[in-house]
């Protein structure tokens, strides 16, 4: 019996240790639209700051009430599970905050306020430490509507990268590895096969990454990856794109438009292309920018349009489920991106709900396990432009929590094999 007591309380104990997990982003509700992080530059970027900079988050509200928004912030490990830092330690201030700065729409059908959230500001005087970081907004309730993960680094770390065609044969056509030199400068790397992990992060898709990955060997301060496989990633094909800065007008990509109650555009319909030759197309990466070629500011003038996307069916897409995939809803896959096949005219089918602008998508096939074939539709072809950014975490003997240390970044553009 005291056996069993002691076992039950053993248990107990280790529940809260084995009960962590990765965080995973939350995607928000319907009427939370354009959720995007900026800096120095006018499109969307993948939230990666250097310690000291600002960050902007914006999104618009569709319901109108100009209701009231809330944003916590909270710090983690390498793995994304909750780091052992107090918020003191990594906030200056407070976070907790309601968001201020908020517009509603001018001269457009669809009315929506438009957010955004500036750190530092009064309140959040600055992030002191680097790592990974989660922002949440909630409303008045203390809901969680939804979260974004972005990343703070320090410049302290030299990241060589280098993007070359695989050297296994079965894949030399349809992927590209990636290979990585770390200089530690100054900083003393104590026993880095432990204490340094590398991220490589795909066209700014943090759902799509190569992570632990530890140096094959030291030269000298340098660290030295030139994996095969274990850097490897499918190279898939350039992003399909449509413009409709006009939104009266047809521009780049769409066939034609009609005004209901909001606008709608009709994209030309795409071929898939895994059995077609590389193409080069240029695109931006699977990104997207906000614009109205009538507008003095965007973020309040452009206007909701409804597109029409369409996909012609083949064999090969047979009993597949299709989803459209792209920056513009941070790389989610849900029911809003699936394609509907109509077995009268053999093509996929959907319509979303996206402010006016250039955007670049493309269509994936998912899988009921969850996982999905970015080539299943596009292809994967080795001339594929891609971009890689590399985020180098360190954890000191004895430290507390991951820094990052480096970031490097690289484009296909100039592969070599």
């Keep these: 019996m005291l056996y069993k007591v002691k076992q039950i309380l053993l248990a107990t104990l280790l529940l809260p240790v084995f009960g962590f997990s990765q965080v995973e982003e939350v995607n928000p509700p319907d009427y939370i639209k354009t959720i995007n992080f900026k800096s120095n530059t006018p499109e969307t970027q993948l939230p990666i700051l250097k310690l000291g900079e600002y960050v902007v988050l914006e999104f618009d509200a569709l319901n109108g009430d100009e209701s009231d928004y809330y944003y916590k912030i909270e710090h983690f490990n390498y793995d994304w599970t909750p780091s052992n830092l107090i918020k003191t330690e990594f906030l200056s201030g407070f976070d907790n905050q309601r968001i201020r700065d908020y517009e509603n729409s001018f001269n457009t059908y669809q009315i929506y306020s438009h957010y955004k959230l500036t750190i530092p500001n009064q309140f959040t005087k600055g992030l002191l ?151 080069y197309n240029p695109d931006i990466n699977g990104n997207y920018l906000i614009t109205n070629i009538d507008a003095d500011d965007s973020s309040i003038e452009a206007d909701y349009v409804w597109m029409h996307f369409s996909l012609l069916g083949n064999d090969d897409l047979a009993n597949k489920t299709v989803h459209i995939y792209g920056n513009f809803n941070n790389y989610a896959i849900d029911d809003s991106t699936r394609m509907i096949y109509d077995e009268a005219n053999n093509r996929f089918t959907n319509t979303l709900l996206l402010k006016q602008g250039f955007y670049n998508y493309k269509f994936i096939v998912t899988h009921a396990d969850g996982t999905f074939d970015d080539g299943a539709v596009s292809g994967n072809f080795w001339q594929t432009e891609n971009n890689y950014k590399v985020l180098v975490y360190y954890r000191d003997l004895g430290a507390r929590y991951d820094k990052i240390i480096g970031l490097g970044e690289a484009s296909s553009v100039n592969i070599t094999n």
């Design 129 to 279: 430490v680097s790592g990974n970081y989660m922002i949440s907004i909630f409303n008045d309730d203390d809901e969680l509507l939804f979260s974004r993960k972005f990343m703070i680094y320090e410049d302290i770390a030299t990241v060589g990268v280098s993007v070359k065609r695989s050297r296994d044969i079965a894949f030399i056509e349809t992927k590209q590895r990636v290979e990585l030199k770390i200089n530690s400068n100054n900083l003393q790397l104590n026993n880095p096969a432990q204490t340094v992990k590398a991220v490589i992060i795909q066209n700014n898709n943090l759902h799509n990454v190569i992570n632990n990955i530890k140096p094959q060997y030291t030269l000298g301060s340098e660290l030295i990856y030139k994996y095969d496989s274990e850097t490897s990633f499918p190279a898939g094909n350039e992003f399909l794109f449509f413009e409709n800065k006009d939104v009266r007008a047809a521009n780049t990509g769409i066939q034609y438009i009609d005004l209901k109650e909001l606008y709608h555009n009709y994209l030309f319909t795409n071929l898939p292309r895994a059995d077609k030759p590389y193409t």
